[in-house]
């Protein structure tokens, strides 16, 4: 069965965002985007929320003709490509990426659904949505490796990961990969009855 790998930053105070959204303290260099486009190769399918498919598909559709983007950039554009995009959102009434028909709208019934794209044929789908379609996913229980990059950054207030009043969720270590940045990716599964 295919895994929901979900990838978040966090600040070491435990926030995925700013209180407006802001993510300018997460420190993205070369080698954290090198650990992170190392999913191309486990993983064929995205999941977003609506606001992160908006601002992906602004971005990444104009990254090929861009002489300006670098070849990781590329890479990435590339693999956005070919992958399916799944969209969580209420609002939406439809998603297409550049016409492709690998774009998948969810609007209800999120468990199901997912759970039924998990059964597929096909590579682990990697989860880059927002702080609340993560909560909701954790809520689910849809998330079977959650790999969270703390940053070297408290940020003393912002919208937190993990909020009070969530369920428990046991998790094991399967890995922790400092960086010369500061950053020290974790790698955590569920522990499930």
């Known amino acids: 069965m295919r895994k929901v790998i979900a990838m978040l930053h966090l600040s070491l105070d435990g926030f995925a965002a700013g209180p ?20 191309h190769a ?3 399918a995205v999941i977003w929320g609506r606001r992160t498919y ?4 602004g971005y990444w559709l104009t990254v090929p003709g861009n002489p300006a983007s670098t070849p990781a950039e590329l890479d990435h554009a590339r693999w956005l490509e070919s992958a399916t995009k799944i969209v969580v959102s209420r609002t939406l009434e439809r998603v297409a990426w550049d016409d ?10 999120i468990a199901e659904q997912i759970n039924q ?17 993560a909560q909701t996913f954790m809520q689910l229980d849809l998330i079977d490796e959650y790999r969270i990059n703390i ?7 912002g919208k937190p990961l993990f909020v009070e009043g969530a369920h428990t969720i046991p998790l094991k ?3 922790a990969k400092p960086f010369t940045s500061g950053v020290v990716a974790l790698r955590y599964e569920p522990e499930r009855a």
């Open 54 to 57: 908006e601002l992906m598909a």
């Open 20 to 39: 407006n959204d802001e993510l300018d303290w997460i420190a993205y260099d070369d080698e954290l985007e090198q650990y992170a486009h190392s999913m």
């Open 117 to 133: 794209i998990k059964q597929q044929p096909g590579k682990d789908i990697w989860f880059l949505g927002s702080v609340a379609l």
């Open 42 to 44: 486990i993983t064929d």
């Open 173 to 175: 270590l399967l890995e």
């Open 100 to 109: 492709a028909q690998n774009t998948v709208l969810i609007k209800d019934n």
């Open 151 to 157: 940053n070297p950054t408290v940020l003393g207030r």
